[in-house]
DNA sequence: TCCTTATTGAGAATCATTTGCAACAAGCTT
DNA sequence: AAGCTTGTTGCAAATGATTCTCAATAAGGA
């Protein structure tokens, strides 16, 4: 059994929850997606399987909880998950002009802000740092498109 | 005429916008808002003036390409402005037991993403941390509530 | 004042996410 | 292995913020 899975096993064993054929499909599919995904591109990859978009809207949360994804980013009114696995905290630069997003490490801002969070006394859970913007390809075209 | 005002009109002049009634009443309630507003909130200050929700909606996307407001945060389902006016960019802290809104200043976080920023050729247009955790208030009675 | 063009209010439409509910399936307990 | 308790699921309806349609109206330049 993988990491995750094992991880996902003891989180909602610890919450009296139960470890469904649903719930195994979503996550199993979450480790087979690279980079961001959405509900939706979850829900192609399972709707054959016969699980529906409400558990998966149902289960995201839970893989919050368990600390195997994160909310990425937020663009096109979609919510858009990554895995933690291997995956540490990064910023987001997002494209304005063509959506594409970049990311870049976090080096020492995080450090900076878990400084400040002492300041404050604040626990932190999650980080999210995203810079909209143009990427280099817009920028480049910014007089001729449009 | 006060400088926003101003900075609004000209920034409508130069897109061949014109400054409505309306679009004055909302600039208006925006700053005499203290801290984050959402759409709802300026409509609340202004249905009596009869400003539709949909001219709220249309003019917030408006203030923002002018300069004049960001989106700070996005809470319960719902986007969060504020003033840009004497209020730089700075750190959202969300607790997420008592939804409480910390904020911290940017300090060196921002020449560090503009150092960034150069190495990916990207040009920054808009800068968004937020961290989530819990208040100091909240992680005292981390064990009582709940 | 006239004329062109942008804008508005009202309400319908969107659309991602949530929820109610009766049928089902996990995981314990015998 | 069967039974029991309780969490879970799919489906469809509900939600709720935001957007759009459209005929009526108001800017603002001529
Ligand atoms: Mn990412
Ligand atoms: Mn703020
Ligand atoms: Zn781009
Ligand atoms: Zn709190």
Known sequence: MKDFESKFKGFLAEKKLKLT???????????AMQGHFDAEMLYD???D???????????LPLLMEAGLIRLAIRMEGRDRFERT??????????????QAVLESGLGSLKSMLH??????????????????????KCRINENDSQ
Request: charged residues 20%; hydrophobic residues 40%; positive net charge.
């Open 21 to 31: 054929r649903s719930r195994s499909l979503i996550l199993e599919a979450v480790f």
């Open 45 to 47: 990859r399972l709707k």
């Open 49 to 59: 399987e016969s699980v529906s978009m409400a558990t998966v809207y149902r289960t």
């Open 85 to 98: 696995f291997g995956h540490p905290q990064h910023v987001h630069w997002i494209c304005e002009n063509c």
């Open 115 to 136: 400084k400040e969070a002492k300041a404050l006394k604040f626990g932190i859970d999650q980080i999210n740092i995203t810079v909209g913007g143009l990427c280099w």
